[in-house]
């Protein structure tokens, strides 16, 4: 009852983090217009499946075209509404979703067609398996803030190649970009039913949830994905959570310190660090940790902060006041338990409401908020550590495991220090781009989420297998079709065992005859 008292309210303003400006105002859904977005996707879904895999793909190529036509455009739309500078939302949104529909175009044929299974079983050897893979029906798709478009596109346009109509719920802080999504679609020829927004503050998820969606992807913060999570539960709905993270970054020393200290500041600070594959814990091996303190802290210091929208701008404000308000819990709290501030921590009010420095935090320990719990801001706080288990085992102490970092030149450190790290992904010498590579699987481990978007496994997530077994012999009588208690038990006996005991291949030759034997008189 409260979900639809609230919801009742009839406009959203979204504002421009950078100036506090009216980036627009928009009608907001209803619990009931939230069912109708749902009920009208349902009943056009058949008809877009029905275009074939290559049909739609026709027209993921034409948005394509479109959305590198119009980039310049959408780009100022997302640095205006989410804040960040044009040329990070070119590299982390455009080319990201750019890349996206270059891998559905590669290769969303070949995984979505029909695939032959060979089946092992020799009983089952007179059976021809098939696997389809079927649309699940309506996605509902919950999007977060931070990447207002990447996000949502990405998960969308894989949802749409496979068949699937779209209902989806923007962060109420970005509507517009996902307007703007909806426009690009729509152009290249998705039906106006097939994707469909629905604008709204949190309850507008609620009733999205609680529609009747065949499947939900929700990303956000880990609090509200278990929310979600427990609501999917009672109904059995399918959901990918992408949740929240808490990304480690283990540099040891045989790195060039230059090129770590840059990498794991543009990791830190990229997006005012709001991103969920941030660098938000920073470890390094002893004997370099002063100096890569002093290299960080010298190109935080360089940074130019301001209007995203301005040219030369390295990083913009925070998406609000609440997130801002985190940031400085956390840091406050890291400085009151004895963390070292190298640079930044006090918020730029000069510049404007929103903006927060680049800040580097030192000697972070993990009774620290800043070590364990999502900061989301632009904050690097780096801890010492002195051996290679030592390393290991502070990445692992969280309770988030969705990326993580290796920094070494020993590449077989970097692969074994992998293998141990408890993470969706890990990358050796650089951070957060595996995003940006179409073919990587997105998601997390432990409280980082369920399921993957993106590449082959995020493919698979949008469709339901279906097994389809043929028998190419439907004439005759399968030997198992009753006559229990006659000479099937024995031959049941000398089957099984010929095929698993020792020996077996040696008995199942003879099987194998006077089955065919018995065949051959049945036909
Ligand atoms: P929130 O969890 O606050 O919100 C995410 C979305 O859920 C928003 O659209 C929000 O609407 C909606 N929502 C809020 N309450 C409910 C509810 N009860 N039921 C259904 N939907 C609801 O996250 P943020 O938007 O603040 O995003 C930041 C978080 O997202 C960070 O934790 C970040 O790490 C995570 N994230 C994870 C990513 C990943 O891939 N793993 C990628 C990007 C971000 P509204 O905004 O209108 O309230």
């Given at each position: 009852?409260?979900?639809?008292?609230?919801?009742?309210?009839?406009?959203?303003?979204?504002?421009?983090?950078?100036?506090?400006?009216?980036?627009?105002?928009?009608?907001?859904?209803?619990?009931?217009?939230?069912?109708?977005?749902?009920?009208?996707?349902?009943?056009?879904?058949?008809?877009?499946?029905?275009?074939?895999?290559?049909?739609?793909?026709?027209?993921?190529?034409?948005?394509?075209?479109?959305?590198?036509?119009?980039?310049?455009?959408?780009?100022?739309?997302?640095?205006?509404?989410?804040?960040?500078?044009?040329?990070?939302?070119?590299?982390?949104?455009?080319?990201?979703?750019?890349?996206?529909?270059?891998?559905?175009?590669?290769?969303?044929?070949?995984?979505?067609?029909?695939?032959?299974?060979?089946?092992?079983?020799?009983?089952?050897?007179?059976?021809?398996?098939?696997?389809?893979?079927?649309?699940?029906?309506?996605?509902?798709?919950?999007?977060?803030?931070?990447?207002?478009?990447?996000?949502?596109?990405?998960?969308?346009?894989?949802?749409?190649?496979?068949?699937?109509?779209?209902?989806?719920?923007?962060?109420?802080?970005?509507?517009?970009?996902?307007?703007?999504?909806?426009?690009?679609?729509?152009?290249?020829?998705?039906?106006?039913d097939i994707f469909q927004i629905v604008i709204g503050e949190g309850p507008?998820?609620?009733?999205?949830?609680?529609?009747?969606?065949?499947?939900?992807?929700?990303?956000?913060?880990?609090?509200?994905?278990?929310?979600?999570?427990?609501?999917?539960?009672?109904?059995?709905?399918?959901?990918?959570?992408?949740?929240?993270?808490?990304?480690?970054?283990?540099?040891?020393?045989?790195?060039?310190?230059?090129?770590?200290?840059?990498?794991?500041?543009?990791?830190?600070?990229?997006?005012?660090?709001?991103?969920?594959?941030?660098?938000?814990?920073?470890?390094?091996?002893?004997?370099?940790?002063?100096?890569?303190?002093?290299?960080?802290?010298?190109?935080?210091?360089?940074?130019?902060?301001?209007?995203?929208?301005?040219?030369?701008?390295?990083?913009?404000?925070?998406?609000?006041?609440?997130?801002?308000?985190?940031?400085?819990?956390?840091?406050?709290?890291?400085?009151?338990?004895?963390?070292?501030?190298?640079?930044?921590?006090?918020?730029?009010?000069?510049?404007?409401?929103?903006?927060?420095?680049?800040?580097?935090?030192?000697?972070?320990?993990?009774?620290?908020?800043?070590?364990?719990?999502?900061?989301?801001?632009?904050?690097?706080?780096?801890?010492?550590?002195?051996?290679?288990?030592?390393?290991?085992?502070?990445?692992?102490?969280?309770?988030?495991?969705?990326?993580?970092?290796?920094?070494?030149r020993e590449s077989a450190r970097g692969q074994r220090v992998a293998e141990?790290?408890?993470?969706?992904?890990?990358?050796?010498?650089?951070?957060?781009?595996?995003?940006?590579?179409?073919?990587?699987?997105?998601?997390?481990?432990?409280?980082?989420?369920?399921?993957?978007?993106?590449?082959r496994i995020g493919l698979e997530e949008m469709v339901r297998p279906k097994?389809?077994?043929?028998?190419?012999?439907?004439?005759?009588?399968?030997?198992?079709?009753?006559?229990?208690?006659?000479?099937?038990?024995?031959?049941?006996?000398?089957?099984?065992?010929?095929?698993?005991?020792?020996?077996?291949?040696?008995?199942?030759?003879?099987?194998?005859?006077?089955?065919?034997?018995?065949?051959?008189?049945?036909?």
């Open positions: 009852m409260v979900v639809e008292a609230q919801i009742e309210k009839k406009t959203l303003i979204s504002y421009n983090p950078a100036d506090g400006s009216v980036v627009g105002e928009l009608a907001m859904a209803s619990a009931d217009d939230v069912r109708l977005a749902v009920t009208r996707a349902k009943s056009a879904q058949p008809a877009w499946n029905a275009h074939g895999i290559r049909g739609r793909l026709e027209v993921i190529r034409r948005f394509q075209q479109i959305l590198t036509d119009q980039k310049q455009q959408v780009a100022a739309l997302i640095s205006r509404e989410a804040g960040k500078p044009v040329v990070e939302a070119l590299l982390s949104e455009i080319l990201v979703v750019l890349d996206s529909t270059r891998f559905l175009l590669e290769n969303a044929y070949s995984l979505l067609k029909p695939e032959r299974l060979p089946q092992g079983n020799l009983v089952m050897k007179a059976k021809l398996g098939k696997l389809h893979r079927e649309p699940y029906g309506v996605f509902g798709i919950i999007a977060p803030w931070n990447y207002p478009f990447s996000i949502p596109a990405t998960e969308t346009l894989a949802a749409l190649a496979a068949g699937n109509a779209v209902v989806l719920k923007p962060s109420e802080l970005t509507p517009l970009v996902a307007l703007e999504l909806q426009r690009l679609l729509r152009k290249a020829g998705v039906p106006e507008a998820g609620v009733a999205l949830v609680e529609s009747a969606i065949d499947k939900l992807i929700f990303t956000g913060s880990v609090p509200t994905g278990k929310r979600v999570g427990e609501a999917a539960a009672k109904r059995l709905l399918p959901v990918v959570l992408e949740l929240g993270g808490k990304d480690p970054v283990l540099v040891f020393d045989d790195v060039d310190i230059d090129v770590a200290a840059a990498g794991a500041t543009w990791g830190a600070f990229m997006n005012a660090g709001q991103t969920c594959l941030s660098v938000e814990r920073c470890y390094v091996q002893r004997d370099i940790y002063e100096k890569f303190i002093s290299a960080c802290a010298e190109k935080a210091k360089q940074l130019r902060v301001g209007n995203g929208m301005e040219r030369g701008i390295d990083m913009g404000p925070m998406i609000n006041e609440r997130q801002l308000q985190i940031v400085e819990t956390h840091v406050d709290d890291a400085v009151r338990r004895g963390a070292r501030l190298v640079s930044g921590g006090k918020r730029l009010a000069e510049l404007g409401t929103n903006f927060y420095p680049p800040t580097v935090l030192a000697d972070v320990t993990h009774d620290m908020l800043i070590m364990r719990e999502e900061t989301f801001g632009p904050v690097l706080p780096i801890a010492p550590f002195d051996t290679e288990d030592d390393a290991i085992r502070l990445a692992n102490d969280s309770e988030f495991g969705l990326a993580a970092s290796v920094w070494t141990k790290l408890q993470a969706g992904a890990v990358m050796l010498n650089d951070m957060v781009c595996s995003f940006g590579i179409s073919e990587a699987p997105h998601g997390g481990v432990k409280a980082s989420g369920l399921g993957r978007t993106h590449g097994y389809v077994g043929t028998d190419l012999l439907p004439s005759m009588k399968k030997i198992w079709w009753y006559g229990y208690g006659g000479k099937f038990d024995g031959q049941m006996d000398r089957f099984v065992d010929a095929l698993f005991s020792r020996g077996a291949m040696k008995r199942l030759r003879g099987w194998l005859g006077s089955a065919a034997a018995l065949w051959r008189k049945q036909v």
